[in-house]
RNA sequence: UGCCCGAUAGUGUAAUUGGCAACACGACAGAUUCUGACUCUGUUAUUCUAGGUUCAAGUCCUAGUCGGGCAGCCA
């Protein structure tokens, strides 16, 4: 639901769809989940199903419970159960009742059994290649199995024997029996149960028949009473099937609502392909804060209101659509920037020294304490104290030895204003034997201290800083997009999505921080004035913190110069 | 050559369900600024095409075009 300029609201599809059977009384509430199978950690997709499911919850006062969706025993583990209730609860979300799919396998049993006798499913002595002949093409229908027609006695008989262990894996399979020639692959007589003998996660060696998906889904979404089945597009097709096997065990009838999953440019989604980064180890792990994981982002500094907001942003919808990855940098530019703390760091270091610094008795530079404001968004936020001295480092790129017009910051001849200090007037550099600039020697005016400035001076541009002596030396991950084109998933001329992973999307290198930030925890969130904000890594360690880069600020001068050349 | 679904500024989402095509982000131009950030202002459309119904169509009908999904004992 959103705001319109004229007050009025207005609502996605689903949430129309829910109105419109609520005002009909074919459900008289709201009841959703959330159901991923726990073979992998969330990704973002998954937190725009989160929010959708626990959101519309939330807004019609309802219910939403976690389900996992464990029927595959070959692929899931307890480490993908515990991350995903971690990420869930992240995001700021309680479910209402926790479930696993396999909890229901005796009743799955049970109704097998009831559609046997009712003469609604049957033994396949298929092979897998057999079965996949028989089913027909895309336009040419399926053959009947040679064992559609045996008796509910024969079936019932052979289905416990599949039950009891009596067959090798892939031997048989129950099936439903619908239509063979139906145009919807779906419901050409679907596999209910395959023979698989694997340890599962939770029900250990006790079954060695597992539910397809088909079957288990619908029938776990019956029993926890839901309302809203929300899904993703691919399972359109699969409705009908839904459908099928609610109406033929007469149990309740939840309604399928399929949306478009989120893709977002410069990412991969599939979780193959994320199992894969991890597993080569093109990246460090599931939570590597260049994954678009809910842990990786989490730990790259992503907040959940930002994602939320992020997932209300994109909205709601059957379009198969690419979302640009800027906005995802936006929402959460957008809240760090009304909450972050403001510091000063400086990552490429230039000395600069202020020739006419009043100097102690003992030849050493007075220090003097500037007064500098947390957060100019967030007058609760308070000020702070930072050392200033006549021997500071600022910003390489700061500098420029001769600079066009367009060029704010210090240039020779020129004037800038010290962040939370002083104007500063540059005279002269001072060089190494190669011609490059090592330093830069300024005055300093008296009459522009920050906050008591009396001297009516206005310069152009505004720097950070950090005191030589006082900065702290700390570690710095610049993460950048994990990979280098807007479609990663589809590249052109027979790569692949690992061909074209960015080199450069991480730089680590060092900064000189401002005191109070040797002291940063672990999960805090600064802005780095004027380069973007960061989050200090849990790989830090007491007083040698690490700070991942979250994302850089709006650059609107590096545009210009790119632009330039 | 089958079935299902979709199509509205660059990107995404709206449009009181047949009544002046709007909002956000981006891009561009400008203002402001002790962060070239933030903020503010302005610019950015033959609603896929062709017919039809209607006083009136983004919305309904017909045909087409383009895109996505479906032939796992995966989910």
Redesign the pocket.
Known sequence: M?E??DG?V????IE?AIDADLASGRFDRVATRF???P?GYLHIGHAKSICLNFGLAQKYNGTCNLRF?D??P??EETEYVDSIMEDVRWLGFQWDNLHY?SDYFDQLYLWAEQLIKDGKAYV?????E???EY?????EPGRNSPFRDRTPEENLELFRAMRDGKFP?????LRAKIDMAS????LRD??MY???RAHHHRTGDKWCI?????W??GQSDSLENISFSICT??????RPLYDWFCQNLKIHNPRQI?F?RLNITYMVMSKRKLLQLVKEKHVKGWDDPRMPTISGLRRRGYTPESMRNFAA????????????I??LE?AV??HL?RVAP?RMAVLDPLKLTITNWPKNADGSDVIEMTHAVN???DPDAGSREIPFSGSLLIEQEDFREEAPG????LKKGGAV?????YIVDCHDVVKDAGGKVVEVLCTYDPA??????TSGR?V?????WVSAAHAGEVEVRNYDRLFTIESPETPDGGKTFLDVINPESLQITKAWVEPSLVDAAVGDRV?F???GYYCVDPDSAPGKPIFNRTVP????????EA?QG
């Open positions: 959103s319109t300029p009025r207005s609502k996605h599809f129309q159901p991923p199978e073979n969706d029927t595959n070959a692929k799919a396949c002595d298929l092979t897998g057999q079965t996949r089913r027909g093409t895309l336009t894996d892939g031997a048989r399979t145009p919807n692959f779906n679907p596999v395959r023979i698989l597992y539910p397809m998906y088909d288990a889904h597009l691919e399972f359109e097709n699969h399929e478009a942003d994109v909205g709601v919808a059957k379009f198969n659509s690419v979302i640009d800027v906005r936006n530019r957008d920037n403001r957060n100019p968004e367009k060029f704010f910051r204003r010290l962040r939370a200090g522009t201290k920050s906050g008591e400035d206005k152009k541009g505004t720097i950070h802005q004035e004027r380069l600020l709006r650059d609107t001068w590096g545009k210009i632009k």
